[in-house]
């Protein structure tokens, strides 16, 4: 068994230029109700997405969602479990602490035309608004260079393009779920007035790179918590890594500056020891930046999907 990239919602792929982040919870008055909005949903989902890509074909448009530990549990109490799908917890350190925010599905939604976002989100919600209550709505978009809203660029780190599915996709460890993937969303607030104070070397030194040609930094020039150091996952001697798609958002006239943080990976461990390493470690980017919401979600393969919708996974 090997990893079909037609089986996998979109996961891998370019971040986009505009973007809708979504986290709802079910509203567990009924459970027979809210399966069969699941259900409901796991089945016209794809056909939406097919039909806006038919209609707008140079948009773009790329979806993917998922589903908690709480909710798989609450949905199909009685069904295998993705390996590594729990309960995020929070991560807390000597300075800072990347909270739990619990949610039970989760959309992330992207294409060229932000019309394109917006049908497919009004689409879904006529469906499942009844049965969900809305925790978080965040639309992004993409910045100069694909840079993070903090000027740098984004995503440097992230596996090549050929190699990005063999870091975002579960593979033959957990056959049932196989061309899934593990989720991890954390909305961050920049203090941009503060970080804006910093002149330009002591920027560089915060994330590990240039901020204008995006070169590492030589070790000696870093700060000892640099972004790029405490953010990497050397388990085992070995640099394991994720597929990031951090996303920039704004409210200008309100002050309210950040960054949508997305990452997709085929071992939650991978992502889990990055966030280990960021918060215990006082990453440098923390006394700029805080962490506001922080949950893992399933992001199932397409016949998952397929099975939730008749009924075969319950």
């Known amino acids: 068994m090997t990893i079909d990239l037609k089986d996998v919602q979109s996961v891998y792929k370019d971040a986009g230029s505009n973007i809708i982040f979504s986290t709802l919870n079910l509203k567990r008055q009924d459970h027979d109700a809210d399966l069969d909005m699941v259900r409901d949903l796991a089945e016209h989902l794809p056909a939406f997405e097919n039909s806006l890509n038919i209609r707008y074909p140079d948009a773009g448009l790329a979806v993917a969602f998922g589903f ?16 590594e799908l729990e309960e995020f917890e929070p991560v807390v350190g000597p300075k800072y602490t990347a909270p739990a925010t619990p949610a039970d599905l989760f959309f992330h939604v992207r294409a060229k035309d932000s019309a394109v976002p917006f049908e497919l989100m009004t689409m879904v919600m006529e469906r499942i608004q009844d049965n969900v209550t809305v ?3 965040t639309h992004g978009f993409r910045y100069f260079e694909g840079r993070a809203i903090i000027g740098f660029v984004d995503g440097t780190e992230n596996p090549s393009a050929l190699d990005t599915p063999d870091y975002a996709v579960i593979g033959d460890e957990d056959p049932a779920f196989i061309n899934g993937s593990y989720a991890f969303a954390q909305k961050y607030v920049h203090d941009m007035t503060a970080w804006n104070k910093l002149k330009t070397e002591q920027q560089e030194q915060a994330i590990g790179r240039k901020k204008f040609n995006d070169v590492e930094l030589e070790d000696d020039q870093k700060a000892p ?7 990497q996952d050397n388990e085992g001697g070995v640099e394991h890594k994720i597929v990031r798609m951090n996303v920039p958002f704004s409210n200008p006239t309100e002050g309210v500056n950040g960054t949508y943080f997305i990452g ?8 889990k020891r990055m966030l280990e390493g960021m918060f215990t470690k006082s990453d440098r980017l923390l006394d700029f930046s805080t962490p506001e919401t922080g949950e893992l979600f ?9 099975k939730i919708a008749d009924g075969e996974i319950f």
């Open 135 to 137: 925790l978080d709505e």
């Open 298 to 306: 399933f992001i199932p393969s397409r016949t998952v999907l397929i």
């Open 68 to 83: 908690s530990r709480k909710a798989w549990d609450y949905l199909f109490p009685d069904a295998k479990r993705p390996k």
């Open 264 to 271: 997709y990976s085929r071992h939650w461990e991978v992502t």
């Open 225 to 231: 918590n640099a972004h790029n150091i405490v953010a």
